[in-house]
């Protein structure tokens, strides 16, 4: 058993054992009925956790989880474009001069 992720919310830790299991990697969800009992944000000790069960598959997690949590971050950031205006993360193009994103 090998803990590959954690976060103060049960949607992500959700969708990425959805994929694991997508994927054919057994993983189990701890903290996740403490979290929603709390009603607000947990210690970071009671964060619901994803586990594989079986440790040999935790490069495939590891690649699968840092793939997917970088392209939400990307999606969710900011940019700027080459002439200047600033473009919400959900934008792949400029809307003022219709460059293409590149960041
Ligand atoms: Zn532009």
Known sequence: MKKVYSADNIVM???????LESCNIDCIIKNQNL???LGEI???ECWPEV????????AEAMDIINSTTRDN????????CQCGETLE????????CGAERTS
Do not use: M, V, Y
Request: net charge positive; hydrophobic share 40%.
């Open 51 to 58: 586990w594989i069960i079986n440790d040999e598959n935790l």
């Open 35 to 37: 979290a929603g009992a």
């Open 89 to 96: 993360g959900q934008f792949s193009a400029c809307w003022h």
């Open 42 to 44: 947990p210690p970071i």
């Open 13 to 19: 830790p959700g969708f990425i054992k959805n994929l």
């Open 73 to 80: 971050l990307q999606t969710n950031t900011r940019w700027k």
